[in-house]
Every structure is written in C-alpha cells, then in structure tokens.
C-alpha cells in the first residue's frame, strides 16, 4: 500500500490536533504547518502568523487547511483596524498559501479544505466585522479555485469549512452557559474529512460552502 | 454656507482625482488620503500602502475611499499570494482605515463609500481570484458596517461602489479593443456622489452594492 501523505495547515489548533490524531490513526503520514509544533505530526513547518510558506514537497498529496480564530467588533471599535490585520493573517494569508500549495501539491482528486465560517454566508456580521470580512473572502477564494480555471489539478474537490461553532475546550470556556448539542463535534469533521479524502463519490459538491453539522 | 468637508481616501488615482475636481467645483474642501500627493486638494494626508491611518479631525465629514488596483491569476500563478497581499492591501486595508474613520468622523445621515468590484457580487472570479477574494471581504465589511450595530453614526448611508469597468486612462491603455461604451465614465461617478451626499432622499437602499451605471 501507497504511502497515505497529508497536509493540515493548522495542525496545532484544537480542530488541526484532532485531525492529525484522527489521519495518524488511519495510517497517514501528517505534515503539520503551524506557529508551533504539534509533536504527534510527522513532520512540522513551523511558520510566523500568516507568513508565506515555500517548500518544495515530494509526492501529492491532500491539503486540509483549519488554521483559524475569532475576533469580535464593530467598526466603532478602537481596535478594528488591527481586528482586520488579524482576521486577514489568519485566515486569508493561511488560504492563500494553501491555494499555492495545492495548485503545485494536490492529488489529482485530491480534497482541499479552506477554512470557512458559516455565518458569513448569510450575509452581514455586525458584532464581528473583521472576522466576517475575512471568512468571506474565503469562501470567495475558495469559489474561484473550485472553478474548471482555478488553477488546482484536474478533478480537485474543494470545500470551505463552514461550522457555525466548533466543540472546542476554547469555545466551551469562552461560552460556558451555550447548548453544547448544537455544536459540531471535532471527530465529526475529522470523519468527513476522511470520507471525502478516500470515497470521492461521498464527496458533496464540488466548490460548496459545507455548513457542519446540517448539510454536510 | 458652513463649510462642506469631505474625506477622499485614494484621492490621487484616476477616479479620486476625478472627484477631487468635481467637489472642489462644487464648493468642498477636500482631504485627499493616499501614497502620492494630489495638489488640487485642500489638504493631503499622503501613506504608505495599506498603512494604517490614524490622525484627529475636526468636525464631521463624507468619507469617500476609492482606493483600489487590479491583479490577475489564478492559484496556479507563481506569484499568487504576492497578489493575495496585494489586493489585500489595495482594498481590504483602506477600507478597514475608512470604515475605522467614517465610525469616528463620518457626519450624521452621512455618506460612506467603499470600493468593491461589479463581478465578485456574481460568484467566482477565477481569472483573478485574489482581486475577486479581497473585493468579497470588502463588500461583506461593507454590509456589516450598514447595518444598525455596524458601528457608523446613526443615519449614515453606506455603499459599495461596484462598477464593472471605470473608464480611466489606464483602462483603456489595458484594453484598447473594448467596447468603452459600456464603461462607467468617472462624471458619472462623481454626480452620483454628489447627489447622494447632498440629496438623501435620491440615495439607494442603505448597505447595497451599487453596481454602475446599470442600477445606481
């Protein structure tokens, strides 16, 4: 059997972790991109926030990007302009470096996952507009490389992940009194994950939004 | 007669010195905010690109950000996400800068402009997926901010200005083939303004994407 590669850009965040325990247990070989190291990956990159990131890989391979954060605000907040800078380094800046990556590294029907947001695609965010601003020009980017002239090898399948809240012990500590039972649990994403990485014909359309836990 | 302030933020470009011009012939006195110097202007605050934008004014003004560019290609493109950070820059910056000031210093039932982009409101732009993706965070900031919590003094009418193709010099420099009858001349752009800051009752629906010169 072929060696099974991986990338997760993110992978030392609460959801990235859980991915590579997840693929690392089915028998992938994890290279882990993140501001530190994540010691149960193969291999780690280890990048400033949002810092462009050139390497030259062997073999294809899938691309999972789950690198993230939240900021809250509205444009009346004094810190708004530096919220953007944040939003926009950690999600657009970690997008964009995966869409190159996965424009040279993907599989051919390889799965490639943007990091997405669903309340964005309901249109205004008021009480987070740097976040909101940020996860739409996500699920842009992500439209426009799903497309045939993109830019990703042939037969690429696309996603933005949309959770509305992920189960993570941050979100449980910053909302304590919350319904937890309407939270998407890590190891469903990680099992969606893995169904779309090996059975392409369980694979939702290609380019969606994959709002979790719904429609996925 | 007070005074009629307004705030041009990419003053020096083709269009901001086309408003310039025009709000000076009609009696403003204008601050143009960009990297180059527009001497027409009553007063310039010059910075670096996508530089963050912090000075006090006096008194309340329109704050009207035509900054902008272009960049083409796709994930496949060697020099993706240089254009990622480019069209960030370009678009995403100086509008956080502007939504940051119009929270501050935008007059009461004043007018708020942001520079999208006519195609990004369709969908997928895959021959230019990092300009598309840095205008889809624009107009999503920009339906944030319109709303009742956004931030902006209450009254404020805000918009997306999202021409499909300005007519301007290096336009038709670009793209000396097409059809410029179907281009928005600048004039056009700048009556709207005016109309718009000193008529509200001519303005359209709070918030929307005013795609020109199609349905202003």
């Given at each position: 059997?072929?060696?099974?590669?991986?990338?997760?850009?993110?992978?030392?965040g609460a959801l990235g972790r859980h991915l590579v325990e997840h693929f690392k247990a089915a028998g992938y070989s994890i290279i882990s991109v993140d501001r530190v190291e994540n010691a149960n990956a193969d291999k780690n990159v280890i990048v400033l926030q949002g810092q462009a990131l050139f390497f030259v890989l062997r073999g294809k391979h899938p691309v999972i990007n789950v690198a993230g954060g939240w900021c809250g605000g509205n444009a009346a907040d004094d810190k708004f302009v530096a919220n953007v800078d944040l939003a926009l380094r950690q999600s657009v800046w970690t997008s964009a470096i995966t869409c190159s990556l996965a424009a040279k590294f993907l599989k051919e029907n390889?799965?490639?996952?943007?990091?997405?947001?669903?309340?964005?695609?309901?249109?205004?965010t008021s009480g987070m507009i740097?976040?909101?601003?940020?996860?739409?020009?996500?699920?842009?980017m992500?439209?426009?490389?799903?497309t045939k002239d993109g830019?990703?090898?042939?037969?690429?399948a696309s996603y933005c992940l949309a959770p509305v809240i992920l189960d993570t012990p941050m979100n449980r500590k910053f909302m304590p009194k919350a319904d937890t039972t309407k939270w998407t649990p890590l190891?469903?994403?990680?099992?969606?994950?893995?169904?779309?990485?090996?059975?392409?014909d369980q694979r939702p359309k290609n380019g969606s939004g994959?709002?979790?836990?719904?429609?996925p």
């Open positions: 059997m072929a060696t099974k590669n991986m990338i997760i850009y993110g992978g030392a390889g799965l490639f996952v943007l990091p997405g947001a669903a309340p964005v695609l309901d249109g205004a740097a976040y909101g601003a940020a996860k739409a020009a996500v699920h842009h992500l439209s426009s490389v799903s830019g990703l090898p042939e037969g690429a190891s469903y994403v990680a099992e969606k994950f893995q169904c779309w990485v090996e059975k392409p994959t709002v979790f836990p719904d429609n």
